[in-house]
């Protein structure tokens, strides 16, 4: 037996990562494994996104190997909550180990970059794991042989295997693309924009550009070398790691019985430790317990009376297990229970979180810690068994009664699950027949998962059914509920009393939801009980329902109009759900289009080439700034924030559970060294302090930054800092605007930033034949979500300098802030930025204080000091998007003709002006989208004690439009007229356009919405899909559609930014400019830019010359003036600058090639250059392109139309198709536009419909992590996405004719929330059509985001009891 010399000496973990042996020893057991990549070998690609499993940054296969099988085991993980310790033995394979520039790109990196999946990269290694688990698990099944070229994979399990990552750039939709570009099932035409193949082309063609996938050529995911280790005992040195790995249940009882702590509370259980994610403890345990190598605990048994599964299997093999003896059974009885807790399960969290997550963990869960379990609620409703073990004693328990047990202690565990079979009975009496009924619901915000459930449910019924009378029995019943804001998941006995034995009829139904009412009620303080218990009767009926015998047929199927499929039917025993069948999804996404044109007068200019390091970003070797290497000696810091909105802070003390002699210092605003100001962030409007001074004015102001030796230490010293606060003879906080008003706390907003009225209002008003007249809305703010968290690296350097890495979207302010703050001249504090890992904003002034503060510490303990925030403190921190408030009054003609819009909107700026003066100007920019006859407005910027709001992407023009939108379907409303003709009668003229935006309308033909409007008609079959929306809602009782078009203007504004483009004597050129590269592109439009530009020298090679440009990093020093990256238009404005600099270039150039072309006949690049270099020419330019002022804004349009569908009874939209139509001019790049139309409309959707950015009273943040923040996943983006980008033509004043891309799209998710709007005015009226009311009272306001508990309280919070008492009524009348 091999023995290496640390195993010798004992506890030393073994395991590979990407085929290297690694051997460590004397580890903190609560290491992650994500912690120990990034910090202890040179793999970064693993991401921290989230460290809570909601993210997918950080995910890794996870390969184990067992001997006696000899079998790998390949599966996905997240890294963030695996312990290092429990991969003693397993080999880790990262993205970096699958291929890189190196030695090659795996296909995987090579088809995401072609297919332009990766923008800001961040998420883009965590994806191409998630894939690549299973694309290497499906070669092991046994499915038939797919095409050479293609994987085992289907299109289905391609878009489930990503489904569960976060990606806050693209829009998901390239990245599914390209998963599926692997699958065998896939058609290639189906397949969106890439840059492997053009329209047109062939299959043959198509498949012979696409990099090959061989699957034989796969590597080993399991080194040799690490077989050898199991043939030697596992030998952890207890003593130094408290990580103990009992074998048998007997060495496990016996640990827990000499448990040599004394305190049982401090002995952990570890299984997947994905709780973590959940409860996030940050305590070290004095000794840890692995379950998982006791084989008894890792069982799946199956005999006559169930299925038993050991408490450490997982949910994915639960998930197997389930499927693979359910297809032995009885599928109408126990298989069918199997089949379906397993199809629950799979919507419980995401692949990588459900691979390592065990039954037992999730039950515990549950149980000691009252988590809103799915599985606890399943497993409830099939009278599920459990075994837990306390101390040498065993006890079985039914689920229920562990459920409600006290917690279970720390020395007790649970030992398995069972799962008892249920069978089919067939009745001895000839006309009946028992059935077996089994249905799970859940309701959650995403539906395939990775989104905990505002309630579950699970109901199984043993029926009889009488074929001669038609009557159903309901003999047994066990229904289960959970997950609704309860301690533990409940079985509603009470309601299967109500039922069992009785005959199914409508007014049994009616009676037993009152019984589930007076059961399903949330603890006091759960959010939105109501809306909780609706769920509860709606998924009651929906499983009952279909189920009574209709007596009510007989009144007819025609239900004021509304076809009933409930009512028209037999009874129906084959569990068909009509309208109910939400049906087994075969994929998430169908086939989309892109339409886009090419330009090629400009070549290269205009090729939707790939973005530039897309591969890179994909194997993970694109640094970011937290991946640059700790300098020696760095040190970590973690912000300590204010809780309150205003209060002194009187003292800070770190708790002695912190580790002793970790934390160095705590910098606050007492060390601003003299000379220097307490500056955290700089804007021509004002500043923002670094920290709070005595006072704190907001919950989430930075007070102190606490400085430690490693980031897990100085995140631990934070979360743990008690701040002794005093509010004594304070004023109250500003945290309504309101109250702001009130006290008239407002910024100022100079005259020249107000935007200009338009008309005159009296006379609008007077010429109107109707008016509402002070009606109201509220809009609250967004998250910016990048999936990058904010991070900086600061750096001393001689002579009183200070170096920063920064992830920021404008390092010139970052750069002159921190020069501010320490006191030193601008030309000590150097600030480099190579990429960042999204923005959208909120890398803009609310990056600054982040470098600030690592700069000041930097400063003062002259040593290097870099953060990386968490995702909690990034959240409450933040600021985002404005929140604001709404009054208008408008006037308008019975045709929908609008005459005047009066608007006062109060706008929440939080503590500091920040850019928040400009948001008077953003919004009624994009309000003036429509033809208001008359727009007056009074705008008022409020300053409160909430964090400060920056601007996100496009910061004030989507309220903006939300706004024209709401007022829009107000009047339709008001005139009953649709929606789309009231929106078409106020579209502009050119004429019109010209008086509401004044400079910057153009010339009428650059106006293209007219044109858009009338294309997107046809393009998307608007007229025919309308009537067919209005035939499904007419049909359809429980779903409603809704379809809207809508139109968007958005202005955007060139700035003033530098560039200089130098060429080295090999004829490689490198380029620098003021744009900071966040994902959107801008390396690779300059790029393009500057080969287009040089190759007007004209020599052999210039068509070639792409190849040898390199952007690099923004370094204040090197190039000043760089400016913000904002506002849509740093791309075409960096172009304009290289551009400028390549002529120079070229005109330098021009004489020598001239004379060298009349010496040599040909001039090559290399060799023009290689002269010039002799000839001492300078080859390199800089400049600063300023904008001509008259030229500088300009507007972009577009128009999307959204077609959703709403369940009325869980409030969920799904968006079923969306078509787009935008104008980018003539594009630099439309693979590039395309990408930040499609993300952009993408986090718009998230905007209106998803993400609720939640404070406290006091303000604090509590929407703090993505267990509680849900941005837009695979599984929520529209099914069908197609989008047109119009290339517009020739647009003189514009940079090579192109338009901005990066905010406006944005703007037309409104789209979805109108579409939304009509599907619940639908509702509605079906609503009123039921209890007998006026049906034309459908004005309402949609809330925004509209989330399922907003869109089902629209749609009727007791629509099932309106509808059981109308059908009631009915039947008494027949
Ligand atoms: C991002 C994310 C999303 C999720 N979404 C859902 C969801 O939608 N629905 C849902 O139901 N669940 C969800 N979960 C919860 C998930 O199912 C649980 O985290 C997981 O099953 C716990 O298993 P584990 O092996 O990781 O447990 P661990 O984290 O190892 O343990 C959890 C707790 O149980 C204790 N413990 C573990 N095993 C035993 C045992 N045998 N006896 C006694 N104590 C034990 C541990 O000491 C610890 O306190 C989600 C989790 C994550 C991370
Ligand atoms: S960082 Fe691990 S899942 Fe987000
Ligand atoms: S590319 Fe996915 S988060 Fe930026």
Not at 251 to 277: H, I, R, Y
Not at 428 to 456: C, I, Q
Not at 1009 to 1024: C, G, R, Y
Not at 1077 to 1097: D, H, N, P, R
Request: glycine content about 8%; charged content about 20%.
């Amino acid at each position: 037996m091999e023995e290496t010399e640390a195993e010798a000496a004992g506890g030393v973990l073994v395991f590979a990562v990407n085929g290297e042996r690694f051997e460590v020893s004397g580890v903190d057991p609560s290491t992650t494994l994500l912690e120990f990549l990034r910090t202890r070998t040179r793999f970064k690609s693993v991401k921290l996104g989230c460290g809570e499993g909601g993210c997918g940054a950080c995910v890794v296969l996870l390969s184990r190997y067992d001997p006696v099988l000899d079998r790998v085991e390949d599966i996905t993980a997240s890294s963030c909550l695996t312990l290092l310790c429990s991969v003693n033995r397993s080999s880790i394979t990262t993205t970096e180990g699958l291929g890189n520039s190196k030695d090659g790109f795996h296909p995987i990196h090579q088809r995401f970059s072609s297919f332009h999946a990766s923008q800001c990269g961040f998420c883009t290694p965590g994806m191409c794991m998630s894939f690549y688990g299973a694309l290497v698990n499906a070669e092991k099944t046994d499915r038939p042989e797919p095409s050479p070229g293609f994987s085992k994979l289907s299109v289905f399990e391609s878009e489930k295997a990503i489904a569960g990552n976060l990606c806050r750039c693209t829009g998901y939709r390239p990245i599914a693309d390209a998963c599926k570009s692997f699958a065998a099932d896939v058609d290639l035409e189906d397949l969106g924009l890439n840059s492997f193949w053009g329209k047109g082309d062939s299959e043959e063609s198509k498949m012979s550009r696409l990099p090959p996938y061989c699957r034989k050529d796969e590597k080993c995911t399991f080194p040799k070398f690490l077989k050898k280790e199991f043939k030697s005992p596992m030998l952890l040195d207890t003593k130094r790691y408290d990580w103990y790995t009992p074998t048998t249940v007997k060495d496990l009882q016996c640990l827990l019985e000499t448990d040599g702590t004394g305190n049982a509370s401090l002995v952990k259980l570890v299984a997947g430790n994905t709780g973590m994610g959940y409860y996030k403890e940050a305590k070290r345990w004095e000794k840890y317990i692995d379950l998982r190598n006791i084989p008894e605990l890792a069982i799946v048994k199956m005999d006559e009376t169930g299925i038993e599964f050991g408490t450490t299997v997982t949910i994915s093999k639960a998930i197997e297990a389930l499927r693979e003896h359910s297809k032995c059974m009885s599928s109408t009885g126990g298989g069918m229970i199997f089949r379906k807790t397993a199809d629950h399960m799979e919507k419980i969290a995401s692949g990588f979180i459900r691979n390592t997550a065990s039954l037992g963990g999730n039950l515990v869960m549950a149980q000691r810690f009252h988590f809103p379990s799915d599985i606890a609620t399943v497993l409830l409703a099939v009278d599920s068994q459990v075994t837990v073990m306390s101390g040498s004693k065993q006890e079985r328990l039914t689920l229920e009664e562990f459920l409600e047990r006290s917690p279970l202690d720390s020395k007790s565990v649970l030992l398995s699950i069972k799962i008892p079979t249920w069978h089919l009975r067939r009745s001895t009496a000839s006309k009946a027949t028992e059935r077996l009924l089994f249905e799970t619901y859940r309701a959650a915000p995403r539906p395939l998962g990775n989104a905990l459930p505002y309630l579950n449910a699970a109901f199984l019924a043993e029926v009889t059914a009488s074929e001669a009378s038609h009557e159903i029995v309901i003999n047994n019943c066990w229904l289960a509920f959970g997950a609704y804001g309860t301690q533990h998941a409940i079985r509603a006995r009470k309601v299967e009393e109500t039922l069992t034995g009785k005959v199914l009829s409508l007014s049994v139904l009616r009676e037993v939801i009152e019984v589930v009412k007076a059961t399903i009620v949330a603890d006091y303080g759960t959010r939105d009980p109501a809306y909780r218990s609706s769920l509860a009767v709606g998924f009651l009926f929906k499983f009952l329902s279909p189920l009574v015998e209709s007596r009510a047929k007989t009144v007819g199927n025609s239900l004021n109009g509304y076809k009933s499929p409930i009512l028209d039917g037999e009874p129906n025993l084959t569990q068909h759900r009509g309208e109910f069948q939400d049906g087994q999804i075969s994929s998430l996404l169908s086939s989309s289009t892109q339409v886009v044109e090419l330009n090629k007068e400009y070549y290269p200019v205009g090729e939707p080439i790939k973005k530039s390091e897309a591969a890179i970003q994909a194997s993970g070797e694109a640094v970011y700034v937290d991946d640059i290497p700790s300098p020696a000696t760095c040190l970590y810091g973690a912000f300590i924030y204010s809780t309150k909105p205003l209060a002194r802070v009187k003292g800070i003390r770190i708790p002695s559970s912190v580790p002793s002699n970790s934390v160095s210092s705590i910098i606050s605003f007492q060390d601003i060294p003299d000379g220097g100001q307490n500056v955290g962030s700089k804007t021509i409007f004002g500043f923002e302090p670094l920290f709070a001074d005595e006072l704190a004015h907001y919950a989430g102001q930075p007070i102190a930054l606490v400085v430690a030796d490693t980031q897990k230490h100085a995140d631990m010293a934070a979360d743990s800092a008690v701040v002794d606060y005093d509010v004594d003879n304070l004023e109250m906080p500003i945290l309504s605007l309101e109250e702001a008003v009130e006290r008239s706390s407002f910024f100022e907003v100079a005259p020249f930033l107000y935007p200009s009225e338009v008309g005159d209002l009296s006379k609008g008003m007077a010429e109107a034949d109707n008016k509402i007249l002070s009606a109201k809305i509220e809009l609250g703010s967004q998250y910016y979500f990048y999936m990058e968290n904010q991070t900086a690296l600061a750096v001393p350097d001689e002579d009183n300098c200070m170096v920063v890495y920064s992830s920021s979207q404008c390092p010139e302010y970052a750069h002159n802030t921190i020069a501010s703050c320490l006191g030193i001249l601008g030309h000590n504090v150097r600030v480099i930025t190579r990429r960042v890992g999204g923005g959208f904003g909120g890398k803009a002034v609310r990056a600054m204080p982040v470098a600030t503060a690592c700069a000041l510490a930097a400063h003062k303990l002259r040593r290097p000091v870099r953060t990386y925030l968490n995702r909690k403190t990034d959240m409450i921190m933040a600021g985002g998007r404005h929140p604001m408030k709404i009054t208008y009054s408008v006037g308008f003609k019975s045709n929908g003709k609008i005459t005047a819009l009066r608007l006062d909107v109060v706008v929440d700026g939080g503590l500091s002006a920040d850019v928040s003066p400009v948001m008077p100007m953003n919004i009624v920019s994009a309000i003036k989208k429509y033809n208001w006859g008359a727009l007056s407005f009074d705008i008022k910027v409020c300053k409160t004690n909430h964090t400060t709001k920056s601007a996100m992407r496009a910061p004030g023009e989507v309220q903006g439009t939300f706004i024209a939108e709401a007022v829009i379907e107000h009047v339709a409303s008001a005139l009953s007229m649709n929606v789309d003709s009231v929106r078409n009668i106020n579209l502009h003229s050119h004429s019109s356009l010209s008086l509401f935006y004044k400079h910057t309308a153009g010339e009428p033909q650059e106006y293209t919405v007219p044109a858009i409007w009338t294309k997107l008609a046809l393009s998307s079959n608007l007229d025919q899909r309308i009537e067919m929306v209005k035939e499904f809602n007419g049909c359809s009782l429980w779903k409603k559609r809704g379809i809207s078009r809508v139109p968007i203007v958005y202005e955007v504004s060139l700035r003033a930014t530098p560039g200089k483009v130098s060429i080295l004597n090999d004829g490689s050129v490198v380029v620098e400019v003021g744009g900071i590269e966040i994902g959107q592109g801008l390396w690779t439009k300059v790029k393009q830019m500057v080969a287009f530009a040089l190759s007007s020298v004209q020599c052999d090679g210039t068509t070639e010359i792409l190849k040898k440009i390199r952007v690099i990093q923004a370094d204040t020093l090197s190039l000043i003036q760089g400016g913000f990256t904002a506002g849509s238009t740093t791309s075409e404005a960096s172009c304009q600058a290289v551009r400028v600099c390549c002529d120079i270039l070229v005109q330098r150039l021009s004489p020598l090639k001239s004379s060298l072309q009349e010496q040599m006949g040909s001039v090559t690049w290399e060799v023009l250059v290689d002269q010039a270099y002799n000839q001492s020419i300078n080859l390199s330019a800089s400049t600063y392109y300023a904008p001509d002022l008259d030229n500088m804004n300009y507007l972009n349009y577009g128009a999307a139309v959204s077609e959703v569908e709403v369940d009325l009874l869980t409030g969920e939209t799904r968006i079923l198709r969306v078509d787009i139509i935008y104008d980018s001019g003539k594009s630099l790049n439309p693979a590039i536009d395309l990408g930040q139309i499609e993300g952009a409309f993408i986090q718009g959707l998230g905007f209106f419909m998803l993400e609720e950015y939640l404070t406290n009273s006091e303000g604090l943040v509590v929407a703090d992590g993505t267990w509680t923040y849900k941005i837009p996943t695979l599984d929520t983006i529209p099914k069908e996405f197609n989008v047109e980008i119009l290339n517009s033509g020739h647009h003189q004043k514009r940079v090579l004719s192109s338009k901005a891309s990066g905010e406006p799209p944005l703007l037309l998710a409104v789209s979805i929330h109108c579409a939304a709007r009509a599907a619940i005015k639908e509702a509605r009226k079906q609503l009123l059509s039921w209890s007998g009311h006026d049906e034309s009272d459908s004005i309402f306001q949609l809330g925004v985001p509209a989330t399922m508990p907003v869109v089902k309280g629209l749609c009727g919070l007791n629509s099932v009891e309106s509808y059981l008492d109308w059908a009631l009524g009915k039947e008494q009348k027949v």
